[in-house]
């Protein structure tokens, strides 16, 4: 059974800079896309950022600048570099694994437990 932990988050000012980790144990996940997605009260969860198995990273618009992902295959790992970091930006951070499929990612229902991140005026 895949379990993904995310850890790193916390409370930064604006135009600062955090980094997310999420670690992967129990499946060898190589050969799928991980995701970073972030949910703020009252709002869908959305889709912040993922990277395939071949390397093939999308942003969502929001971050696109100011994000990097990133994974360490062989450590099970994905990263999410976050810069220049905004109020909006606030939210429960998710990291899942999934596939691409049409363009489109495709969660596997792997899903990290969520770690806060807020970014202060």
């Known amino acids: 059974q895949v379990q993904l932990v995310e850890s790193g988050g916390g409370l930064v000012q604006a135009g600062g800079s955090l980094r997310l980790s999420c670690q992967a144990s129990?499946?060898?996940?190589?050969?799928?896309?991980m995701a970073w997605h972030r949910q703020s009260p009252g709002k869908e969860r959305e889709l912040v950022a993922r990277?395939?198995?071949?390397?093939?990273?999308v942003y969502a618009d929001s971050v696109n600048g100011r994000f990097t992902i990133s994974r360490d295959k062989a450590k099970n790992t994905v990263t999410l570099q976050m810069n220049s970091l905004k109020p909006e930006d606030t939210a429960v951070y998710y990291c899942?694994?999934?596939?691409?499929?049409?363009?489109?990612?495709?969660?596997?229902?792997?899903w990290g437990q969520g770690i806060q991140v807020t970014v202060s005026s």
């Open positions: 990277m395939t198995s071949v390397g093939m990273k």
């Open positions: 899942s694994a999934g596939k691409t499929k049409r363009g489109r990612y495709v969660p596997d229902g792997y």
């Open positions: 129990g499946s060898d996940l190589t050969n799928h896309t």
